[in-house]
């Protein structure tokens, strides 16, 4: 099998254009889970492989099975490093381009191609050394050994090292006085620092502060110090003429397909770190079992990742849930009290079935999902100034939409619909968008105040957002499953105010 | 080079952790009035003394026999030790002011140009230093001071500070900066060195030779502003690690200097704890420390050191005899000295423990690893706790931090409930401490609980009790003998609605 992507088993799966964010991912929360996911990979454009969720099971295997690979810490280090080298490759290339003087340009170029070469090399040997079972990172490692193995790349590198060791064995001595600075070559005279640290050894008394000063002036030269270098170089020409020879004829030395892989990985790179952070606190991620036949889904200790992520930022606790569906059982019903995790919840699921479509862990215990053919979103747009006909209409014509394009195969997320109307009216409207859904035989978590839909038919199952009896302000962020009576915390907080039956007649003593 | 002064093997260390009832140690046993009297105003003596003093739990028996002999010989030559730490001071002044201009430099030339400044003042104070070990050393007789002496005389030698000052001439780069050079990646100059010039006559000649232009000799114009800075900055990037080596030079020497000071300051302030009880006429002693798994504790003429300088006069001593034993209960009159007596124990233990002289004619215990003192205390304002919950709690604390040679010394304590509760809770307590070979020395007036354990005929158990004379005034003089039911506050009570 030829090697050709980290990401596609088979080129033809491979979108080339960009892409746009999909329309739900605000919604879901998405977008910020994708940008904190690639922050700091700006260099990689990573943000489009998040946007194109895979359409077949084996796919996704693919890339579960190079996740799995990753957790071995030692190829993670490996794989981190090769890239660290290949970011200074490109720094170095940068570089050149904005630097003035040839011998300069030169030599940042024989640079790069030096960190290249040991990037390559290292990585190579590392994958030889390491029990990989992932398809893609077999095959990348037979290409690898091939490329280390070829010849044109064999003569780079000795050409690169030959001409970097005699470089560093160019020394010369300044000799600064009032304004002039003689160039002239070393003659071992004795370094200063070491005799004065000789001379006051015996005072030595433990640790004290580090006086160097750091000079930090960039790579570039001014006219002094080029002057200087091409004194240096006339002292020394055979090695500065080898030096020009070797540019001119290796400009094109970067394999095309290293160069892809080195940002491609980084789609496996950055989630796990990302991950990383969030397991640090305990929480959990999984593999999840997808199909694309099965309706059957659950996940246990799940969470919503963007919420996550700035908890932790935070130093707060965050709250997990579970869900389940189970035989006919396809649409969740959430109510409850307001504040109490419910939109979070819808998220989940969201979040859940498309992070498992990039072929990504998943935030859980153990996790079983759908592979659908689109997700399809409905919250509440922002309140604006517009008048309650309007805004119930645009609802309206949004579900409607929403109705069009869902399969069977597809997964809704509605969020609270019909807010702007009476409750009445809410609930017949609700209860005929209920039947059409039902109707799709459709995947959906369904966020709503009406607590008659929770146990509209044996399709539905229903989830309430619970609370602390003693404390109902107290917000716990567990969602359960359970008939939604309403009556629970309707009873606890009489209770806090001493307004239920019992209290209530002793307190009234007429 | 160590002074060592306080300890055979290692350096003073004025940032240690003092122990954990660090605040209750003062406050109950009064620790600011000696540790004011050991600084007579100088807030660094003070400092000192106060770690000295309450870290003093930590030294072992020879750490303190060594601190003895030290502070017989600077009793015996207190001016020339006074000197020595003028010394110190003066050189660690003479680095500031060399600080005071280039303290924030970023600039490896002005670093080097300020430690070489620092050094010859150093350098000066040094020779001084060397020249009292060198004619002194016969009048000192402490291992301490000895070997102090004989290290300065051995290591600053005159030849020692003449290649110092060879050095330091030199590295003013009268002949102008050798520094050599590799190139880097991106064919810029690193590893800047600078370079000794070989050998003194040749180097004459080279510097001949450096004033001649060469082929391969660049001049920058005056205008050329870019061209100076960039010569300064090879210059400063050549001198970088000599001045950092000489800039640390100085610290290490700045830092024997500092510590010189610190543990001198000990022994100064013991000087002047000395000073002001002889003027008092009071007696001290060199104590006989005796090792922690033993037990002893006896006493002549034993006061409170504070007492005396408070009252600036001499007060009454009081004698002990508890060797051997574990508890000393002590009762009997008001306003009979039986607090001052407590106290004068807890600060004889600790005064001797940091290899101080001790108030009294004569004065002898086993080394402890724990003091505590467990005081009335007054009634908490927060309201946050009652106050016998509030005494439990202190004790609970103590309790987490015994040690096998610990000292517990109780004031009153569980006196804020009903007799019967507090000797019933104050008997369990000292029950466990006993059997746990803890010192307890306890002032009470808990009837019940101190003469239930007169009772008991323990072997080496001591009672004293506070003398009242037959006309109701107070001798402050304790006597042994059996707990009384009173206390005779009615002694009091009569001398005040009088």
């Not at chain 1, 859980?364 to 922002?382: M, N, P, Q, S, V």
């Not at chain 2, 770690?51 to 009793?75: A, K, M």
């Not at chain 2, 590295?171 to 800047?192: D, H, M, V, W």
Request: charged fraction near 25%; charge should be negative; include cysteine.
């Amino acid at each position: 099998m030829t090697f050709h992507s980290i990401l596609f088993e088979r080129m033809e799966e491979n979108p080339e254009k960009a892409l746009e964010e999909p329309e739900f991912f605000i919604n879901l929360n998405l977008d910020q889970v994708v940008k904190a996911i690639t922050a700091g990979k700006q260099e990689y454009n990573l943000k489009p492989f998040f946007y194109v969720p895979l359409k077949d099971i084996d796919s996704i295997k693919y890339r579960q099975e190079i996740f799995r690979d990753l957790q071995n810490d030692i190829l993670f280090e490996n794989i981190k490093s090769f890239a660290q080298k290949m970011f200074i490759m490109r720094e170095y290339l940068k570089q050149r381009d904005k630097l003035y003087y040839e011998s300069q340009k030169k030599r940042l170029f024989l640079d790069a191609v030096e960190i290249y070469c040991e990037a390559v090399d290292r990585l190579a040997q590392d994958l030889s050394a390491t029990n990989l079972r992932s398809r893609g990172f077999r095959a990348l490692r037979e290409y690898l050994t091939g490329y280390v193995g070829s010849a044109v790349f064999n003569l780079l590198w000795a050409e690169t090292k030959k001409l970097l060791a005699d470089l560093s064995s160019v020394k010369y001595s300044l000799i600064i006085y009032d304004n002039k600075i003689k160039v002239r070559k070393y003659e071992s005279e004795a370094d200063y620092s070491v005799e004065v640290e000789e001379t006051f050894q015996k005072f030595k008394q433990g640790a004290v502060k580090d006086y160097r000063v750091k000079h930090d002036t960039g790579v570039s030269m001014n006219h002094i110090e080029a002057q200087i270098l091409d004194f240096v170089a006339q002292q020394h020409p055979d090695i500065f003429s080898n030096l020009d020879n070797y540019c001119s004829k290796n400009t094109s030395y970067l394999d095309r397909t290293i160069a892809v892989f080195d940002r491609e990985i980084q789609f496996y790179v950055a989630f796990l770190e990302y991950a990383e952070e969030l397991k640090r606190t305990g929480l959990k991620f999984c593999y999840p079992e997808v199909s694309d036949q099965d309706k059957e889904v659950y996940d246990y200790e799940g969470f919503d990742l963007a919420l996550a992520y700035k908890l932790i930022g935070q130093k707060l606790p965050v709250v997990c849930n579970d869900f389940y569906l189970k035989g006919k059982e396809r649409i969740i019903v959430v109510s409850g009290p307001n504040q109490g995790g419910k939109t979070t919840f819808a998220r989940i699921f969201g979040q859940l079935h498309y992070l498992a479509s990039l072929g990504c862990p998943v935030p859980g215990k153990t996790a079983k999902l759908f592979l659908f053919d689109r997700i399809l979103t409905h919250f509440e747009k922002e309140e604006n100034i517009q008048d309650l006909q309007g805004k119930l209409l645009d609802d309206l014509v949004r579900i409607n939409h929403i109705l069009d394009q869902a399969t069977s195969n597809s997964v809704i997320i509605m969020n609270e619909i019909f807010t702007s109307t009476t409750l009445d009216d809410a609930s017949i409207l609700s209860k005929r968008i209920m039947e059409k859904t039902i109707q799709l035989d459709v995947l959906c978590v369904w966020v709503t105040f009406i607590d008659e839909l929770a146990s509209f038919s044996e399709q539905t199952v229903s989830m309430v957002s619970t609370i602390v009896p003693e404390n109902p302000a107290l917000r716990t962020y567990k969602i359960v499953r359970k008939p939604a009576d309403g009556l629970a915390y309707a009873v606890a907080i009489a209770e806090k105010y001493r307004l239920t039956y019992n209290s209530l007649k002793e307190r009234v003593k007429v | 080079m160590k002074a060592f002064l306080l300890f055979k093997d290692r350096d003073f260390d004025l940032q240690q952790r003092l122990p954990a009832n660090e605040q209750d140690l003062v406050q109950d046993l009064e620790l600011n009035t000696l540790f004011g009297a050991m600084a007579g105003g100088d807030e660094f003596l003070f400092e000192v003394a106060k770690n000295c003093i309450l870290s003093s739990l930590d030294n072992d028996l020879d750490t303190v026999l060594y601190r003895q002999d030290i502070l017989r010989d600077c009793i015996k030559n207190s001016s020339l030790v006074r000197d020595i730490y003028q010394l110190a001071i003066e050189a660690i002044a003479s680095e500031k002011e060399a600080y005071f201009f280039t303290f924030f430099s970023k600039y490896p030339s002005a670093i080097l140009g300020r430690s070489i400044k620092v050094l010859y003042a150093f350098m000066t104070r040094l020779r001084k230093l060397r020249n009292i070990a060198k004619e002194h050393a016969n009048q000192f007789e402490s291992e301490g001071f000895r070997s102090f002496f004989a290290m300065l005389v051995k290591e600053l030698s005159d030849e020692y500070f003449a290649s110092v000052e060879d050095h330091l001439k030199e590295l003013e780069l009268p002949r102008g900066a050798l520094i050599s050079a590799e190139l880097g990646k991106s064919n810029k100059g690193i590893n800047y060195t600078l370079r000794k010039y070989q050998g003194t006559k040749q180097s004459w000649l080279e510097w001949l030779f450096s004033r001649r232009t060469t082929p391969y000799t660049i001049t920058i114009d005056g205008r050329d502003q870019v061209g100076t800075r960039t010569l300064s900055e090879i210059r400063d990037s050549g001198v970088n690690l000599a001045a950092n080596a000489l800039a640390q030079s100085c610290d290490h020497i700045l830092g024997f200097f500092k510590m010189l000071q610190a543990e001198l300051a000990f022994y100064v302030g013991c000087l002047n704890l000395h000073g002001q009880l002889a003027q008092l006429g009071e007696p001290t002693c060199f104590p006989l420390p005796i090792v922690p798994s033993a037990r002893r504790h006896s006493a002549r003429e034993l006061y409170d050191v504070c007492l005396a300088l408070t009252m600036k006069q001499k007060v009454v001593g009081n004698h002990l005899d508890a060797d051997h034993g574990n508890l000393v209960i002590i009762t009997g009159a008001n306003q009979g000295g039986k607090s001052t007596f407590l106290r004068s124990l807890g600060l004889a233990q600790l005064m001797m423990q940091c290899g101080m002289f001790v108030p009294a004619e004569s004065f002898s215990a086993n080394l402890c690893d724990g003091l505590f003192t467990h005081y009335k205390r007054e009634e908490d304002v927060a309201m946050e706790s009652g106050k016998f919950d509030e005494e439990l709690s202190r004790m609970s604390d103590i309790a987490d931090r015994l040690t096998a040679n610990s000292i517990v010394l109780f004031n009153e304590s569980f006196a804020s409930t009903n007799e019967r509760e507090g000797s019933e809770i104050a008997r369990q307590i000292v029950s466990v401490l006993l059997e746990k070979q803890i010192k307890v020395v306890f002032v009470t007036h808990l009837y019940k609980f101190a003469h239930d354990l007169y009772d008991q005929k323990m072997d080496h158990a001591v009672f004293l009790r506070a003398e009242r004379q037959p006309d109701g005034s107070r001798s402050f003089k304790l006597v042994e003998g059996e707990p009384l039911q009173t206390s005779f506050g009615l002694d009091l009570y009569t001398k005040v609605f009088n």
